[in-house]
């Protein structure tokens, strides 16, 4: 039978907006000594915004945001929103795409009348043979190291713009990492956006490790090969591509502003996706286990 304590802990944490899945959780959660977290819409608010756009080679920058709205209104990423939130505030009209694709963690592509398409990052439109790719990486240094997001668009297999779209920290995510570091778990971020965006980031929150250019399914070998090195793993994250490493983790925290699959697959729901719940919970779990003994 779940102990009397334990009942009083979970509904303590729910008070607390630290919704917990079972009475294991609350166990497990007392050994934690790593905590693995995503970067965008865990540490960041999720919703990016379209900062800046430079046109490049012969392009207008109002021409190259409609194009790439067009292709981005098929995505639901919240990159994309961000570029159709833009044209749309620039009263852009989008233009029908046809053939769109999405590459998980790279990018999209799509016809837009008779011109090819592509949106993503520079790794990506680099294997797809796009030339002076280079170039776009020059201009998106400055954003990235501000801590922007780059996404550059190819037209016809040459580059025709670079997206700078800022995702702003969480008013609480500082304040929750400084909780973290005071309880002595060690942080470790990882994240599928690029090396100098990362490193940006990590810095201005005093987060020793972090891993760039990460896919889902290296999110989840990242975790499991932690545990192997004896680590008890809590990972927190929001997305579909959090998901495989929720699961996988010793325990997983889902932002409640996530989507369903990865609150699904985590044993522990942040409400409104405030990180300074982890350390609660962290918390709550001490002192549940403590009554117990
Ligand atoms: P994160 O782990 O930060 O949530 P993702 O793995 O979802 O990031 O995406 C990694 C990178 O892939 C993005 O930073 C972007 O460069 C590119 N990308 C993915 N989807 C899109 C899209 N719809 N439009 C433009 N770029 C995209
Ligand atoms: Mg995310």
């Known amino acids: 039978a779940t102990p009397m304590s334990v009942m009083v802990g979970v509904g303590r944490g729910a008070k607390e907006g630290v919704l917990i899945k079972n009475a294991e959780v609350l166990e497990v959660m007392e050994k934690v000594d790593t905590i693995v977290v995503d970067k965008t819409g865990t540490l960041t608010q999720g919703r990016p915004e379209v900062t800046a ?5 012969d392009w207008n920058a109002n021409d190259v945001l409609a194009i790439a709205a067009s292709v981005e209104t098929q995505s639901e990423h919240p990159l994309a929103q961000a570029v159709v939130r833009r044209a749309r505030a620039d009263g852009l009209k989008p233009i029908e795409a046809i053939d769109f694709n999405s590459i998980t963690g790279r990018g999209v592509r799509a016809r837009v009348g008779n011109q090819e398409v592509m949106i993503g990052n520079a790794d990506w439109l680099e294997q797809q043979g796009i030339a002076n790719v280079d170039e776009g990486r020059a201009k998106a240094g400055l954003y990235q190291s ?8 190819a037209i016809d297999q040459s580059l025709a713009a670079v997206l700078a779209i ?3 920290i969480k008013e609480s995510t500082p304040s929750a990492l400084k909780t973290l570091h005071e309880l002595g778990l060690k942080v470790i971020m990882l994240t599928g956006d690029a090396q100098p965006t990362a ?8 987060i020793d490790e972090f891993h760039a250019g990460v896919s889902p399914s290296e999110k989840h070998d990242f975790v ?3 545990k192997a090195e004896g680590k008890t793993v809590a990972m927190c994250g929001d997305g579909i591509n959090d998901a ?13 502003t996530g989507t369903g699959v990865a609150i699904e697959s985590a044993g522990v729901t942040l409400v409104g996706g405030d990180l300074r719940g982890v350390a609660a919970a962290c918390h709550l779990s001490r002192k549940t286990m403590s009554n117990i003994r």
């Open 224 to 226: 499991r090969k932690l």
């Open 244 to 256: 495989p490493a929720l699961a996988e983790a010793n325990v997983g925290i889902a932002m409640g």
């Open 166 to 168: 800022t995702d702003p």
């Open 199 to 206: 490193r940006a980031v990590a810095t201005k929150l005093g």
């Open 146 to 153: 501000e801590g922007a997001t780059v996404v550059i668009v």
């Open 53 to 57: 756009i430079e046109a490049l080679g």
